[in-house]
Every structure is written in C-alpha cells, then in structure tokens.
C-alpha cells in the first residue's frame, strides 16, 4: 500500500513513497545497486537514465521524508552538509544570509571558510530574537537560517514570527529540523521555505549510515536544488538510503522513548549541586519552553548543561561515562556524550562561542533509548568521579 495525503504520521512514516516491488512483490524498496540503466533507444527509458540523476531508491527515500515534513518535494544527499550546501548553492556572489549564532559548527564552518570566499556574506544573531533578526537584514539578504532548537545551546526560535518577518522583506526560511525531526515539528507548517536534516541522525537512528535531506514545497525552489543535486553529484547511494528509509519507519516509536528519557535526565540533572545549568526545552524554566510547547508535540531527546568547575574537570567528565559513549553525532539509540567546544564545535572562535554562551564547561548528551535510570545513574557517577 501507499499512504494517503491525509494518513497519520506512523502510517506515512511505515508506507510514504513505497510499494511493493513490482518485479518479486518484495515489501522492502530493493537496494537497486546499478549505476546505469537500459535504453530502448536514445532518450527512451523508463524514467531512469543514469543514477546520479534519478534512483529508485533515492526516489523512495525523498517521497518518504517529504511525507513526513508534509512537503511536496524531497531531494536527499550524501550528508547533512551537502543538504546544506546546496541550498546555498542557490545564492550569488553578493548575496546575504542571516543565520542564528547558535548553530552547528560544521554549518558555521563552511559558511565562512567555503561560501564566504565565493562572495556571499553572512550574519550571525540570536534568532529567539525577532529585532536583532530584522536589524541584520539588508537589501542583499536571501535567506534567514535557523536551527531550533539550536546546537548546542537548544534555544527555541518562533518559526511562525521568524517566517513572517522574512517573508515581508522578500527573505527565504531554512529551518535546519535535525534536532526535533519530523516527529516532533513541522516548519514548513509554521512558514518555512525549506527545511533541512542531517538523515544521519534521528532520521536514520541508528548510528550506521550519512545523509541529509531537503523539503520543500515550493516548485521553484525545487527545480533549483534538483538541478544543483545532479549538476554538483553529492547524493547518497542505494544502501545509504534503503538504510535510511528503514529508520524512518521506526521514527515516531523511537522519538517518544528519546522524549521521556531525556525529561528524565533534565529534571535530575536540573537539581544536581554540580550542575551550574541546564539547557533543555522541556523544563519549564527554559527561555523558550512556551514557544516550545507550542510549535512541537515533544521536546526532543537532546540536552545540553554546564558542569562546574574547568575545562579539564568537563574533559574527564565525559571520558568517565560507562553507558553514555563519547562520541561526534547525535540522535541514534544509543546514548552519546560530547564536549562541543572541542568537538563539534571546535571549528568556531573561542571569543565567538563565548558570545553566543558557549562555555567551556559545556557537555552535550543525545539522549537514547535504554533505561532512563541507567542514564541517570551513569551521569551521577561520572560526576561524582570527575571532581577528584
């Protein structure tokens, strides 16, 4: 079966953009390990010439996500920075981008270190900030870039405001959903032009397989990023995304326990003597809880606290976890731990972490699925030992 338009989302999520395999009646979309395809005659084909192009897979894949962000159009990538790079592919020397300040230091990095050299400029703000957002904007500005929650910081911005505010000034909206994912906020619903994930993450949940992925529901923005996805070539492979699609079917069962167990942890870590901070959308303290709560149906499986003490003591902390593994990357069922100012983040200026509240005593847990309380008790532990 396929599922309709107006089917729920674990529905979607199980059967969007697939059917049974013509040929053998196989349920699972086959891995179609081909490079090139058959031709009855020059430009005669079944609507599949070379695989860069157009794979059954991929298409499989994009239809899914695209389902599932409620979108017309998916494109899939190799990674979620060639998702990200080709929508800013779109852009011309001289164009301007506003972007949050609290964001992805890979994003960060290829803003300025790849795309700034090409002639493009871009701002960084607090987007939970509609002023400072407005402020920044000029004549040039394109896009409006925004992650929420953010990383690492999870700062929540009103996608609903942000929009509206772009959208006077002619200004297109990315919102980057890795963190929340499909199951848990839906920007193209709330304004937004284009939405972007890492498929590495929640999407594909299991810690085994890089992508990314784009949807939109503008034909226009389409045409655009479908022509950059074959004229540049960064799209994943067959296995990649049958990997993918196997995850996402499993994607709103494992969001719920990713939910529960990170409340979990941040209301006990909100009351640990040695935590100074706790950044998580779910506590009611969070800057950006109402807005939170308002524009997601849960609050993720990411946190993010601040340790007291050094540097050094952050550093032993995260190296003395037993169930947390200390590790790049986020959203798989397993539990990780990370430092973002020597990790994931560790591309961006000190003084510009600094700026946006990026502490060196920052420690980042992508939440899993095992038992909450071995969660908690691992974290205490590693605590206690680190302050020796």
């Not at 011309?92 to 964001?103: F, M, T």
């Amino acid at each position: 079966m396929t599922a309709k338009k107006d089917a729920g989302f674990a529905t979607k999520a199980v059967h969007a953009g697939q059917r049974p395999d013509p040929t053998t009646g196989a349920i699972m979309t086959p891995v179609y390990l081909t490079s090139t395809y058959v031709q009855e005659g020059p430009g005669v084909h079944k609507g599949f010439d070379y695989a860069r192009t157009v794979h059954p897979t991929r298409l499989a894949l994009e239809a899914n996500i695209a389902a599932l962000e409620g979108g017309a159009h998916g494109l899939c990538f190799a990674s979620g920075m060639a998702a990200t790079s080709t929508v800013i592919e779109m852009l011309d020397a001289g164009d301007h981008v506003v972007s949050c300040n609290d964001l992805y230091g890979g994003t960060y990095r290829v803003f300025t270190k790849v795309f700034a050299r090409h002639g493009m400029s871009f701002s960084f703000v607090d987007a939970t900030d509609m002023k400072a957002i407005e402020k920044a904007m000029t004549s040039k500005t394109k896009i409006l870039w925004i992650e929420t929650p953010s990383n690492p910081m999870l700062r929540i911005t009103d996608i609903k405001k942000a929009s509206a505010l772009a959208h006077k000034k002619k200004v297109k909206v990315v919102v980057d959903n890795t963190f929340a994912s499909p199951a848990l906020q839906q920007p193209l619903a709330l304004g937004a032009d284009i939405v972007v994930h890492s498929t590495t993450k929640y999407l594909g949940g299991h810690s085994d397989v890089v992508g990314g992925a784009v949807v939109t529901n503008d034909r226009e923005i389409f045409d655009k990023l479908k022509f950059l996805q074959n004229a540049v070539g960064a799209v994943p492979g067959p296995l990649d995304c049958f990997l993918v699609l196997r995850g996402t079917k499993t994607l709103p069962l494992r969001l719920v326990k990713h939910c529960e167990n990170a409340m979990a942890v941040a209301r006990h870590l909100s009351k640990h003597k040695e935590i100074a901070r706790v950044h998580y959308p779910g506590l009611a303290d969070h800057p950006g809880h109402a807005i939170a709560k308002a524009q997601m149906c849960g609050f993720g499986g990411m946190i993010s606290f601040e340790l007291k003490g050094d540097l050094e003591r952050a550093k032993r902390m995260i190296a003395m976890t037993r169930v947390f593994s200390l590790a790049e990357s986020l959203g798989g069922v397993e539990s990780l731990i990370g430092h973002p100012p020597t990790m994931t983040h560790g591309s961006i200026p000190r003084q510009e972490r600094l700026k946006s509240g990026l502490v060196d005593g920052l420690i980042r847990l992508s939440v899993g699925i095992e038992d909450a309380q071995d969660l908690i008790d691992d974290l205490d532990q590693a605590i206690a030992r680190s302050a020796v």
